[in-house]
């Protein structure tokens, strides 16, 4: 049914919008990690950090739920006690988001001092993906979308501004790229799509606005609820998602034991 035939359009923000691109791709990605072992899923699913990551440099707010903290601490437990056979452990990307958020406010010292200074900071915090993500989830990626994100909000329009947006942009997207095809067994296509990807994601957040657009009237409740629950959607999904593949794990070993007995 068309638009002008039923509903009239309604407001949405682009911050909503921009949450349910996100879980969308989310549930994606997570099904091809935990129950498919599809790489092209796991493709589609690199924006994810990036988006949260920038959202987090987008807010102005600097106060740390402590759903966070805890539902952070909680999946990072549950990862461990159901796959203790896999060799890294780190803390789930929501302690990751907590702790880049607590880091914003220096982060905005830097940016008022000189906005280029973002620049360098990204391309250290690159060079530490390995060693920090081994105990923490996305542990450098999202603080380096977290730049580019406080890079926008902060852009006030004036000269010296813009150009350092974009080569936060740039900078972001290579530290992203690398540590993605470090991180990923993918193929030499796959990891050209991935770059491309996110080099999309990266290009679109640097020109991202908070405003409100047209969305079909039936859409607006659901954008609007995903958007205020993205938190518990990604901790409820990554839960039973988690136990749905432990299960499925599990089954072969105990036909094994029963024909073995």
Known sequence: MSLAAGAPPRAVSTIDLLKTVAVVLMLADHVGLYLFENAWLR??????????????????????????????????????????????????ILVTLALTRAAM???????????????????????????????????????????????????????????????????????????????????????????????????????FERRDIAAPAALVPLLSWTGRNTLWIYAAHLAALQLLAWSMMDAPAAVTDEEDS
Do not use: M
Request: with cysteine; charged share 10%.
């Open 43 to 92: 493709v589609a699913g690199r924006p994810v950090a990036v988006i949260f990551g920038f959202l987090i440099g987008y807010s102005a707010s600097s106060r740390i739920p402590p759903s966070w903290i805890g539902l952070g601490l909680g999946l990072s437990l549950l990862n461990r006690w159901l796959f203790p056979g896999e060799e890294n452990h780190p803390l789930d």
């Open 105 to 207: 406010p220096f982060v905005d010292r830097v940016h008022a001092s000189n906005p280029l200074f973002l620049v360098p900071l990204a391309a250290v915090l690159g060079l530490l993906t390995v060693p920090v993500n081994e105990f923490l989830e996305y542990g450098t990626e999202v603080p380096i979308l977290a730049l580019l994100g406080a890079a926008v909000r902060l852009d006030q329009g004036i000269r010296p501004q813009k150009p350092a947006r974009q080569a936060t942009g740039l900078a972001a997207l290579v530290a992203i790229s690398l540590a993605a095809i470090l991180h990923f067994d993918f193929t030499p296509l796959q990891a050209t799509a991935c770059v491309a990807v996110l080099a999309a994601t990266i290009l679109a957040l640097t020109s």
